[in-house]
């Protein structure tokens, strides 16, 4: 099978330069075009000099449905207005998404799941293979764990510049724990904490968010008992880790049939 032709978006960010060198690192899957907001000081250069691989011969443009036509696939850590934009133009060309973008609200999500009839989109709060395997644990411990003996804190600590809270990666943790207690999260989560607050209520999923300096991102899971703690953890050390997760959901999504799918589709957890 031919190298399959991969578009980033949000190709001038830390996270489109690491996709792009994970792209020029990996075989089967090539850098097929590189797209940038409109007015960005970036356009027109060579995507590959800008990530540190050398002159790739892809010019970064700011628009994204000419590149689109000529790819297999696109690879979006950007930001929900843009993703949903992205879908919508994925549907057309009728290419792969692969969204690890986070923040989205109910509205965006709908309109993801509507370019899904379409387009071949996975959807993840975190691409990492570790992550998700982590969710699966955190779901299994939840279940097993009855919910009168052990509450449930979902901590997590991310890099200063980071714009959402929780992180993505969080919900979706705090997601798994109420699959686990059949429970629904809206209903139960507890965002903030302040003042006097009374008791903690059976039941709920507490989040704890940090943030400072460069870290690249720390989540715990926490089951506290009576006179036990289980901490289910995964620290992420280098953000490549999250371009080779969006690079083997490219590669799965690659000739499927369209839907909505996440990243337990693509590791074969579900």
């Not at 969710?135 to 509450?151: I, N, P, S, T, Y």
Request: proline share 2%.
């Amino acid at each position: 099978m031919s190298d399959m032709n991969l578009v980033v978006v949000g190709a001038a960010g830390r996270m489109g330069q690491t996709l792009i060198r994970t792209i020029a690192a990996t075989p089967g899957v090539k850098l097929a075009g590189a797209v940038e907001r409109k007015g960005a000081a970036q356009l027109g250069r060579d995507a590959g000099e800008l990530a540190g691989v050398g002159n790739l011969g892809i010019a970064i443009t700011d628009d994204p449905l000419s590149v689109f036509a000529k790819a297999d696939g696109v690879l979006d850590f950007t930001l929900p207005a843009a993703t949903v934009e992205f879908a919508g133009y994925a549907a057309q060309a009728r290419i792969a998404h692969i969204i690890g973008t986070t923040g989205c609200s109910d509205a965006d999500d709908a309109s993801i799941a509507a370019a899904a009839r379409h387009a071949t989109i996975v959807k993840s709060g975190n691409m990492s293979l570790g992550v998700n395997l982590l969710a699966v644990l955190v779901e299994q411990a939840a279940r097993a764990l009855d919910a009168g003996d052990f509450d449930i804190e979902v901590l997590e600590m991310h890099h200063r510049s980071k714009v959402d809270a929780p992180s993505g990666t969080a919900l979706m943790l705090g997601a798994a724990a109420a699959r686990g207690r059949e429970v629904a999260l809206a209903e139960q989560s507890v965002r903030v904490r302040d003042g006097v607050t009374g008791p903690r209520q059976q039941g709920t999923i507490g989040f704890a968010t940090l943030r400072g300096g460069s870290v690249i991102g720390e989540h715990s899971v926490i089951l506290a008992g009576s006179s036990e703690r289980i901490v289910l953890s995964h620290h992420a050390e280098d953000r490549s880790l999250f371009a080779k997760g969006a690079i083997t959901a490219a590669l799965w999504a690659r000739d499927r049939k369209p839907g909505l799918y996440s990243m337990r589709d693509v590791l074969g957890l579900n």
